[in-house]
């Protein structure tokens, strides 16, 4: 066990050294062992005398640096086996490290701290595990929140003691890991490092060793790379980054399902200890890894696994594997990976029993299904348990409706099927393709679809007979024979034993009568099928005459599915493609549809119903090919990532060549996105597609490796792109399949032959064996790690080009540079991205669309707004600042539905930073007039207001009957010169160009404010000098400017309520401007207030005249040389931008209530 050091000044009294090195020994005590003579004896005896608690431990490892002559105990032992762990620890992790420390002390001072991190963690570890937090992860939870300033909303996972790199010297310290944050803290030798990442700005996250790091962590960012070692456990802490690391990418790529299905549920109250949110996040990992294993629908949830052992009777063996029970299925994966997996679905299980144990067979547990299979397993270490857990799981399964519903013979028989188990008995017990649930259901349709109850290949086929087609008949019949013996051996159905025996039979093709049947089992569909009847049915009534974007995308691409096949050149085929691909689209809205579906679905229906490819087009874009067929077709990225560096790997000589030619990103998403079945014959690419829903995507790769194997020498010679995709698509088309029984169809993709001799043709099968034979090193677990590696890089990449694109759209007047506009987005995206985590009843969090055009996919809301506002304006306004965020945003929310985008958002920032005097004070004037000043705001002048508007209705008649003079004229004109001369074309032109022209918003455009607005505009200015260095000058100089503008607006009442009345008593005669004679006394009679008391200026007096225009205000401000100063003062974004970045790991993580809090 490590010990905290302490010293030991005499280290060789009663020790002998064993193993040395520049920093460690390790020692064994005398009497211990071989050896000791007579000190040994004695100091033996003296152990065995002392009592149990002053006993010592047999070996101990010291820390001792060359030149001292003390010495610090690290560890001790009570066997060699237990210290010679913690020495090769030591060895491997500290020894090269340590040799990089310049002095003594350092090095001492580093060792002491490791110790005594990797005590706290293994202490950590052994704390009970209850209800509350173990009370030292509370402590380091309080912790991290005072250190990194985190809120009560952002839970601590688990927290790790580490080393980071800082160039070449390790700073111990520890690792916080959060759910939306890495967080660092080292403080030693009086050096501190403080280090906090978001989860999604992480770009690559890998575990290495390399000569300078030992076995370390690395994860990158856009701006910084980051090593950690020396952990204790470092396999659970990458694992447990990279589950946080991935949640994060699920949140970028979409925010709807991301927030429907939360890797950590998010109750009221959140978690509060660390076990229930580290098993959440170890109980999805699991979780998934059981459904992909097994091709289980997404919503199962894994109850628990037990090792045991299951008797195959197909070799009499009783095989070693592990049973996991879910609330719907016993599924059985032996240690062996080929050796056999079995899907037990309980709505097929009839009898759970106990078998009486024996040496030979212990706690034996015997379950049997309804196709009258019976399986054994034993060596059940908590059997009863077991038991009671599935007839839990059994008495929940649904009941038969009234009529059928029958009473459980016994307690451990359960009977509980849905109403659609007879099917699958019949699919048990005949070799029929299993028949669809739809035919009787379906109604008014199943006239409109004959494929309702069979594939269309069986309807559009000539009836030729086996004997007919000779040598390929024969064929075909050894295959259907060969998989029936395998279905009497190893059962049929769901319950079927897979082996290494199944696989081989995939490999040698499945037979055509059979294919539809398989695809179903093997890919999982059969089992959502069953448990949904009607659902398609439903799904297509719901669908049909809705239309979307996603319907015309269909129509548009119907006619180009498999047009070669006779199946689609009639409207019964295309018919029932429009309505599986348009009941998808209804179904999942996220994905709608997506170029490729339509060639993958028309193949599906050429082998099964409907319903049975609607099935299997669920199993493919949701399970088996995830994120594929979204918008960003983020899935196929993934994986042709993953190809490139299998290329790497595999075929080294070629990679580099490939990459140069850039080929692979042209190949690959083809390739993958429809299986090969756009760029082989149809009969050779059905046998891959046997293959890939038996095996996965390790499929697609393979074949796609060994096309680049065997065109290597070609593609090596290749000058550019066009060549050697040349080469490769006539290889292609030349891959056949000998053994197909029905008729050739042409492949339409275009023969590249180019004049020259066709190439030779490659059988699939042998394709196939090859591609087996040279990378069937692949394994499902490799390629899952490589995807989340790649997915990082792909999803960080897709953000990147949606930040140019956006910052792109932004008009190059605003007047921030590149720079700053792309630093701002980040800033906005997280904030957007916050809102999406904790507080999902926002609507910028429910509204967020990834199928959106870049620029709208993130918004913010006026909460958020102000958050951003508060940090990043020029204006600070101390506690008004949130109302002018406020009036902001209603400013630049033009469309009213309370959200603004980053382009909206940027404009309301640059008008603050940006332009001249004129500009920022015409921002500062439409803040306090509607529709950014809302009338709550005003109500305490309303009295004032009242005064003010009285002459107002006469003088908006006055303007009214100019106007209507003015027109009336213009319309004379007209008439005159229609009658007088032919139109002008060129004149109206000039007309339209000019309506299309922006009209730059000039001072003369703006409406007139009365006093409540003025009154407003005056709190505002008086709060945004309260901060500043020239305070008392500034409110000097609006004190002054106020006043003078107050005594203009009375002046202008005054004058306008004069000209009113002169104008009704007399009417001026024609042309001849009315003569202003304004009072001679206005100026005495007005009282205006003491210059330096600002609440006369803010409103408290209701009559203090008219309020002025923005030209009269601008006119006045500039006789102020200390007003124009402050605003055309510069001021720097980019450091406001840095301070928002810290401010930002304080509330990206905090709820709705805190954040409102905080701004309250």
């Given amino acids: 066990m490590w010990l905290g050091p302490e010293e030991v000044l005499v280290a060789n009294a009663l020790w002998v050294t064993e193993r040395a090195n520049p920093f460690f020994v390790l020692q064994r005590r005398r009497g211990h062992g071989?050896?000791?003579?007579?000190?040994?004896?004695?100091?033996?005896?003296?152990?065995?005398?002392?009592?149990?608690?002053a006993r010592v431990a047999p070996y101990r490892i010291l820390h001792q640096t060359q030149d001292s002559q003390v010495y610090w105990t690290v560890a001790c032992g009570s066997s060699r086996k237990e210290i010679t762990k913690h020495w090769e620890w030591l060895?491997?992790?500290?020894?090269?490290?340590?040799?990089?420390?310049?002095?003594?002390?350092d090095i001492t001072t580093f060792v002491k701290g490791?110790?005594?991190?990797?005590?706290?963690?293994?202490?950590?570890?052994?704390?009970?595990?209850?209800?509350?937090?173990?009370?030292?992860?509370?402590?380091?939870?309080?912790?991290?929140?005072?250190?990194?300033?985190?809120?009560?909303?952002?839970?601590?996972?688990?927290?790790?003691?580490?080393?980071?790199?800082?160039?070449?010297?390790?700073?111990?310290?520890?690792?916080?890991?959060?759910?939306?944050?890495l967080c660092f803290y080292s403080f030693l030798l009086g050096k501190e490092v403080s280090l906090v990442v978001q989860w999604v700005d992480v770009t690559r996250l890998e575990k290495n060793a390399t000569l300078l790091f030992p076995e370390s962590i690395r994860v990158d960012t856009r701006d910084q790379e980051l090593f950690f070692s020396m952990f204790l456990n470092i396999s659970e802490t990458f694992k447990l980054m990279e589950q946080l690391a991935n949640l994060a990418m699920r949140q970028l790529l979409d925010s709807e399902g991301f927030l429907e299905n939360k890797a950590l549920p998010r109750?009221?109250?959140?978690?509060?200890?660390?076990?229930?949110?580290?098993?959440?996040?170890?109980?999805?990992?699991?979780?998934e890894c059981y459904c992909a294993t097994f091709r289980l629908p997404g919503d199962e949830r894994l109850d628990g696994h037990t090792g045991c052992t299951l008797w195959t009777p197909f070799n009499k063996l009783h095989i070693p594997g592990q049973m996991f029970i879910s609330s719907n299925y016993i599924c059985f994966a032996s240690k062996e990976e080929d050796a056999c997996h079995l899907i037990i679905p309980l709505r097929e299980v009839t009898i759970v029993e106990k078998a009486d144990s024996s040496s030979v067979l212990p706690s034996p547990l015997s379950i049997s299904t309804k196709s009258k299979m019976t399986f054994l397993f034993a060596n059940l270490k908590d059997r009863d348990f077991l038991v009671q857990r599935i007839s839990d799981f059994l008495q929940k399964m649904p009941s038969k409706p009234p009529g059928n519903s029958r009473a459980g013979r016994k307690a451990s028989i359960v009977d509980s099927a849905p109403e659609s188990s007879p099917a699958l008995q019949e699919v048990s017990e005949q070799p029929a393709s299993p028949t669809s649930p739809l035919g009787g259901l379906q109604g008014s349709h199943a006239q409109e679809a004959p494929t309702a109850s069979q594939g269309l290949l069986k309807l559009f086929q000539r009836n030729t007979s086996m004997e007919d087609l000779g040598a390929k008949g024969a064929k075909e019949k050894m295959k259907e024979e060969s998989w029936h013996i395998h279905f009497f051996e190893y059962g049929r159905g769901m319950c079927m034993y897979r082996t290494a025996m199944t696989r081989e039979l995939v490999l040698k093709g499945i037979p055509e009568s059979l294919r539809g049947e398989l695809w179903l089992l093997f890919s999982g569909a059969w089992n959502e099928m069953v448990t949904h009847p009607g659902y398609y049915a439903e799904l297509v009534e719901k669908s049909t005459g809705k239309y979307s974007l996603a319907?015309?995308?269909?129509?548009?691409?119907?006619?180009?599915?498999?047009?070669?096949?006779?199946?689609?050149?009639?409207?019964?085929?295309?018919?029932?493609?429009?309505?599986?691909?348009?009941?998808?689209?209804?179904?999942?809205?996220?994905?709608?549809?997506?170029q490729a579906m339509n060639i993958v679905t028309s193949v599906l229906l050429l082998y099964g119903s409907e319903e049975e490819a609607f099935?299997?087009?669920?199993?493919?874009?949701?399970?088996?090919?995830?994120?594929?067929?979204?918008?960003?077709?983020?899935?196929?990225?993934?994986?042709?990532?993953?190809?490139?560096?299998?290329?790497?790997?595999?075929?080294?000589?070629?990679?580099?060549?490939?990459?140069?030619?850039?080929?692979?990103?042209?190949?690959?998403?083809?390739?993958?996105?429809t299986l090969f079945l756009s760029v082989m014959p149809f009969e050779s690419a059905a046998v891959i597609v046997d293959c890939f829903f038996y095996e996965g995507i390790k499929v697609i790769l393979q074949v796609a490796l060994a096309i680049l194997d065997a065109n290597m020498e070609q593609l090596l010679g290749c000058s550019d792109e066009g060549e050697a995709m040349t080469v490769l698509g006539r290889y292609l088309d030349n891959v056949v399949n000998k053994q197909s029984?029905?008729?050739?169809?042409?492949?339409?993709?275009?023969?590249?032959?180019?004049?020259?001799?066709?190439?030779?043709?490659?059988?699939?099968?042998?394709?196939?064996?090859?591609?087996?034979?040279?990378?069937?090193?692949?394994?499902?677990?490799?390629?899952?790690?490589?995807?989340?590696?790649?997915?990082?890089?792909?999803?960080?990449?897709?953000?990147?080009?949606?930040?140019?694109?956006?910052?792109?759209?932004?008009?190059?007047?605003?007047?921030?540079?590149?720079?700053?506009?792309?630093?701002?987005?980040?800033?906005?995206?997280?904030?957007?991205?916050a809102s999406q985590y904790w507080g999902s009843s926002r609507p910028a969090a429910v509204r967020r669309d990834p199928s959106l055009p870049y620029l709208e996919q993130y918004r913010i809301d006026t909460n958020q707004f102000q958050e951003l506002f508060a940090s990043l304006t020029p204006w600070a306004c101390g506690s008004h600042t949130s109302v002018l965020a406020g009036r902001m945003f209603r400013l630049l929310d033009e469309n009213k539905d309370s959200l603004i985008n980053f382009k909206e958002f940027v404009t309301g920032i640059s008008r603050m930073y940006h332009g001249d005097l004129t500009e920022k004070l015409k921002v500062l004037y439409k803040l306090h007039l509607p529709p950014a000043l809302s009338p709550e705001e005003a109500e305490s002048a309303l009295e004032a207001t009242h005064y003010f508007t009285e002459n107002s209705s006469s003088e908006e008649a006055l303007q009214q009957e100019e106007q209507e003079g003015a027109g009336n004229d213009v319309q004379e004109k007209r008439r005159e010169e229609k009658g007088t001369s032919p139109p002008d074309y060129r004149h109206y032109l000039r007309m339209w160009a000019k309506e299309k022209e922006?009209?730059?918003?000039?001072?003369?455009?703006?409406?007139?404010?009365?006093?409540?607005?003025?009154?407003?505009?005056?709190?505002?200015?008086?709060?945004?000098?309260?901060?500043?260095?020239?305070?008392?000058?500034?409110?000097?100089?609006?004190?002054?400017?106020?006043?003078?503008?107050?005594?203009?607006?009375?002046?202008?009442r005054r004058f306008s309520a004069w000209s009113g009345r002169e104008s009704r008593d007399s009417a001026p005669e024609e042309g001849e401007p009315p003569a202003p004679h304004p009072p001679q006394d206005v100026a005495q009679e007005l009282q205006p207030p003491a210059a330096g008391d600002p609440q006369a200026k803010a409103g408290g007096d209701t009559h203090l005249g008219k309020a002025p225009q923005e030209s009269q205000i601008l006119a006045s401000i500039l006789t102020e040389s200390v007003l124009v100063n402050f605003f055309e003062k510069r001021v720097d974004i980019g450091l406001k931008i840095k301070d928002q970045r810290k401010v930002e790991r304080q509330f990206s993580t905090s709820s709705d209530h805190e954040q409102s809090a905080v701004l309250g």
């Avoid at 060895?91 to 002390?105: A, P, V």
């Avoid at 000098?1025 to 107050?1046: C, G, K, N, R, W």
Wanted: with cysteine; net charge negative.
């Fill in 91 to 105: 060895e491997n992790n500290l020894l090269q490290t340590l040799s990089i420390f310049d002095t003594e002390e």
């Fill in 551 to 594: 319907t015309e995308e269909i129509e548009r691409d119907l006619h180009r599915s498999m047009p070669e096949h006779p199946a689609f050149q009639n409207e019964l085929g295309i018919a029932a493609l429009r309505r599986v691909l348009t009941a998808y689209a209804f179904r999942n809205p996220t994905i709608g549809y997506c």
């Fill in 998 to 1052: 922006v009209q730059k918003e000039t001072i003369k455009d703006l409406p007139k404010m009365n006093q409540e607005q003025f009154i407003e505009l005056c709190k505002t200015l008086y709060n945004m000098f309260s901060e500043d260095p020239m305070e008392q000058d500034l409110y000097h100089a609006i004190a002054t400017v106020a006043s003078l503008l107050l005594r203009i607006g009375e002046v202008g």
């Fill in 615 to 673: 099935w299997l087009l669920v199993a493919l874009c949701e399970r088996m090919l995830p994120d594929y067929y979204n918008t960003r077709v983020v899935g196929a990225l993934v994986d042709q990532g993953i190809f490139e560096e299998l290329t790497r790997d595999f075929l080294p000589q070629l990679s580099e060549k490939m990459q140069d030619l850039g080929v692979i990103p042209s190949i690959s998403l083809s390739w993958f996105l």
């Fill in 267 to 287: 109750p009221p109250r959140p978690h509060s200890n660390i076990s229930a949110l580290k098993r959440d996040l170890d109980a999805r990992a699991k979780n």
């Fill in 34 to 53: 071989k050896g000791g003579g007579l000190t040994g004896l004695l100091v033996g005896t003296l152990d065995v005398v002392l009592d149990s608690s």
């Fill in 114 to 181: 490791k110790i005594h991190g990797i005590i706290a963690e293994e202490n950590k570890n052994l704390q009970p595990q209850g209800d509350e937090d173990p009370g030292k992860f509370k402590e380091a939870e309080l912790k991290m929140r005072k250190q990194f300033g985190m809120p009560e909303g952002e839970k601590l996972v688990n927290y790790y003691s580490c080393s980071y790199w800082k160039g070449r010297v390790p700073r111990q310290g520890w690792l916080y890991l959060t759910v939306n944050h």
């Fill in 741 to 833: 029984v029905s008729p050739p169809i042409p492949h339409l993709h275009a023969l590249l032959t180019s004049g020259d001799d066709p190439p030779e043709e490659v059988d699939i099968f042998n394709l196939l064996k090859v591609s087996y034979e040279k990378f069937s090193s692949l394994r499902a677990e490799d390629i899952e790690q490589m995807r989340f590696k790649q997915r990082l890089k792909v999803i960080q990449s897709l953000e990147d080009t949606a930040k140019r694109s956006v910052v792109r759209a932004i008009p190059g007047d605003i007047g921030f540079s590149i720079e700053e506009l792309e630093d701002l987005y980040m800033v906005f995206k997280a904030k957007q991205l």
